[in-house]
């Protein structure tokens, strides 16, 4: 009867076809349930029903393009003559086998490059949007240990810091964001929230392993109406999902590195009938290039899926992850120039233990509609132990009390996203997608005098005299609510012209409720007085953002793309109240808005061509930011406060060539493979208008002019080598581009926290051998071993220069079965 009636909706159409097709697995003749039909030029997904039909209306008569993609079936593509007597088609996909060594081979030949999100993926919306998806498996790259600059290389415009060798925390921005534990972007493992607080503490200190990453999702400000109201966009971590075609599939992954590094990945997933699962295990250490940097980690994560139904299932998500890393502490500019390896931080300690739980369901109302229920939340805590002041050449004694700054966080969220495609007549069709969200935080910070001595112990006392680092204390309890409802719609126009307009309401409530204590010390460092201020503050605030995106595609391999988003960003937990000696918080801070738009041209050349070049703007009200300056009694510090209205031009640019390709147009794919690939971002940066007048003009800080990366893949057979080249331009560290260095006539020569970060350059290598079971893989970062630093730290892990590391190498030997 489905079929019946499928063929007599075909015959009514006038002056289009459908196109009617049924796809079975080879081999054993059943059925495949839920592939996915694309039909190159028509917007159109569909897929499978039990029966293994499918129907694509609204063709017009001639060759058309198809791919079928299907969980557990090698991809195919090919090219089919519709007319309107064209009857079932029939289809047949080859099931995954065991061995994978022949998709190893075949694969780069199929894509290089990156990847790009789809119009419409899951329960999203990423039309008319610059996006990149990074596969961690097409990389020839160190994954063992994060390493991000290898990872995101594709990706122009990125500016990365590197504090700490294991790549414990992920710390990117770009467009003039502030890289610090990427708090500018919405960060999700699996599309649910891992950050502290989304809203009121944004920072991750947690990041997935790379070696467990599927895919990695990246969706610039344009993102903020479906994910948040921030400007950096989304981050998002695909997660590895069970293997469907197994019981049992057993992945072990050991590297060894320079300074002492080693890691131990394993994992194991497989379907049992109805019931799926994937879980892994890490453990990871190492000593660090400078002395006092030693580390260890471990993460662990479980994923069990149960399908009911073909078109219901439901899947539950637990992840856990602990680390302690001694913090070398910051140099001045004259310790980085003497010996950049150098620490004078022996009892820095910091520990973190993150926990996420996730539910969610996935509802197949219908062929054309689905609905996405996530619940999650968070069980979490920070320590950070240790001696910070800004004269960081000071010597640190053993006997004198250290600072201690704990976080608490219970955090719990919802999230439910409906989406459907729909007609509006016989050319014409659209996409809606609404949302929701509920979100409630509750969050301690603490912050006082820690113990004497060298050890890791995390545990609050009493000030005592004598003490000349730390002059007060604080504890806060940050109560957060945030409710949001969000919708975006494809409207189609034809065949090549689409809009995507999108809107968000947002309500968010934060609260301060807590004390901070001031302790004054005589010159000799007896406290003569203690002061303590209650301070309770609510801010409930309600607001509706928008936005626009366009999409012309003029042939199916050339996209013209363009959007505009309102963007908006709360004061955070820590600009309302911090006790450091290094930086001080104007407590009128004022939340942040402003826009970010994109318009750009991507697309792919025959087969040897891939290339995304892009115009950006982002408009910056309000902006937070920190102006170097000096106390009464001359000591240097950071003030934070609404620096004022920030424009922030640029070009990104990206193209990754196949080189054999070029040098033998029309050969067929062979055992040897060569591609290049290359980005440039350039970038303009000014504050325009501020109550400083001195600052306007300024460069923004954290915005280099030139953000170059380039490099070159190639292989042959089994055998894949990689190198890259990473630089960047001089960028300034605070709104006021003092310079610093050892020459400058300052009233401390250790001051470290305000001045230039000088351009660099690093070169790192890769190469690669799989074999059926076995793979071994190799590194050298930073090649050249070049001396340099990304970041001018104001607390922990500083405060001062953070070097990165130099030279390193690393071995990997990965079995799986």
Known sequence: MLLVSVLASFSAAAQQVSLLGRVREAGSNRPVVGCEIYV??????????????????????????????????????????????????????????????EVVVAAPQSRFGPQRLREVEGTAIFAAKKTEVIVPD?????????????????????????????????SIGGRGLDPNRTSNFNVRQNNYDISADALGYPESYYTPPVEAVKRIQLVRGAASLQYGTQFGGLLNFELRTPEPDKTVAVV????????????SFNSVSGTVKKLSYYAFGQYKRGDGWRPNAGFDSKTAYADLRYQFTENFKVGA??????YLAQQPGGLSDRQFAENPRQSNRARNWFEVDWNLFNLSADW??????????TTFGLLASRQALGFRTNFVERPDADTQQRELITGDFRNIGAEARYLTRYDLGEAKSGVLLVGTRLYRGYN???????????????????????????????????????????????FYFGE????????????????????????ARDLAGNITDVRTTTEVRTSPRAFVIGGLGASFKPVEQREFYANVSQNYRSITFSDMQVVNNSLVINPNLQDERGYSADLGLRGEQGQWLT???????????NRIGEVGTYSANNVPFRYRDNIGRALILGVESYAEADLLRVLRPGAGPGRWRWSTFGNVSLIRSRYTQSKNQEIIGNQVEFVPDVNLKAGMQGGFGPLKASVQLTYLSDQVSEATNARNSPQDARPDPSLAVIGLIPAYQVLDASVSWERRWLKLEGSVNNLANTLYFTRRATGYPGPGILPSDGRSFYLTVAVKW
């Open 138 to 170: 097409n990389l020839v790259a160190n994954l063992a240990t994060n390493n991000a600059r290898q990872v995101y290389s594709r990706v122009a415009g990125l500016n990365i810091w590197e504090s700490d060798q294991g790549g414990l925390q992920l």
């Open 496 to 519: 090549k012209f689409s809009l995507t307009p999108g809107v968000r309401v947002e309500y968010i409530r934060t609260r301060a409720d807590g004390s901070y204590q001031t302790v």
């Open 444 to 490: 301690h910070s603490r912050q006082g005098f820690g113990p004497a001595g060298r050890k890791a112990d995390f545990r609050f006392e009493e000030p005592e005299s004598g003490v000349n680092g730390l002059s007060g204390s604080s504890d806060y309890r940050f109560p957060n609510y945030n409710g949001a409802v969000f919708a975006e719609n494809i």
């Open 611 to 621: 290339y995304d070049m892009s115009l950006f703007a982002l408009f910056y009200n």
């Open 252 to 263: 072990s992954r050991q590297t060894a590195g320079s300074f002492g590094f080693f890691s």
């Open 364 to 373: 197949k109302l219908s062929p054309r509609s689905n609905l996405n229920l």
């Open 40 to 101: 190159r030029g028509s917007r159109q997904i569909a897929r499978t029903d039990s029966a293994g039909l499918f129907r694509v209306p609204n063709l017009a008569p001639g060759r058309q393009q198809l791919q079928l993609a299907s969980i557990g079936h090698e991809p195919l593509k090919l090219a089919v003559d519709l007319t309107a007597e064209t009857g079932v088609l029939d289809f047949t996909l080859t099931a995954r086998q065991r061995t994978l060594g």
């Open 317 to 322: 998500q637990v992840t856990h992850m602990d």
